[in-house]
């Protein structure tokens, strides 16, 4: 499957992800939505996913790019930033404990369900 093609894929898969949550007023964001339903086709056609592999290897190789968008809104957004320093401090150490906890809960219980079937 070409690289346009791929990219076209991925971008209908957002658009349908983004149409979805302004219809049904969700409070995920509808990159979120698309990713699930490319999931969903992608786990009931598999020949896809061997078919998209090579291009989306390209995109990974890339993934850097995508962070820049991100530094540009931190520098746009800075004196925010600097009012709200403590709130976004806390709930990024917040978020990262908690998120380290459930990865390593879920790790510890597939630990378990493996040793259990073998």
Same mark, same amino acid.
């Given at each position: 499957?070409?690289?346009?093609?791929? %990219?076209?894929?991925?971008? @209908?898969?957002?658009? !349908? $992800?983004?149409?979805?949550? /302004?219809? +049904?007023?969700?409070?995920?964001? $509808?990159? @979120?939505?698309?990713?699930?339903?490319?999931?969903?086709? #992608? #786990? !009931?056609?598999?020949?896809?996913?061997?078919?998209?592999?090579?291009?989306?290897?390209?995109?990974?190789?890339?993934?850097?790019? /995508?962070? %820049?968008?991100?530094?540009? $809104?931190?520098?746009?957004?800075?004196?925010?930033?600097?009012?709200? +320093?403590?709130? !976004?401090?806390?709930?990024?150490?917040?978020?990262? @404990?908690? $998120? #380290? /906890? %459930?990865?390593? +809960? !879920?790790?510890?219980?597939?630990?378990?369900?493996?040793?259990?079937? %073998?």
């Amino acid at each position: 499957m070409s690289f346009l093609t791929v %990219i076209t894929l991925l971008l @209908v898969y957002q658009l !349908i $992800g983004e149409l979805i949550v /302004l219809e +049904w007023t969700l409070p995920i964001p $509808g990159p @979120v939505i698309g990713m699930l339903l490319l999931l969903a086709t #992608l #786990l !009931i056609k598999k020949p896809l996913a061997a078919q998209m592999q090579a291009s989306t290897q390209q995109i990974l190789s890339h993934l850097s790019l /995508l962070f %820049i968008p991100a530094g540009v $809104g931190v520098m746009v957004h800075l004196p925010r930033l600097q009012q709200e +320093w403590l709130a !976004i401090t806390l709930a990024l150490l917040i978020s990262t @404990v908690f $998120g #380290l /906890l %459930i990865t390593a +809960w !879920i790790m510890l219980l597939m630990m378990k369900l493996f040793k259990e079937r %073998i």
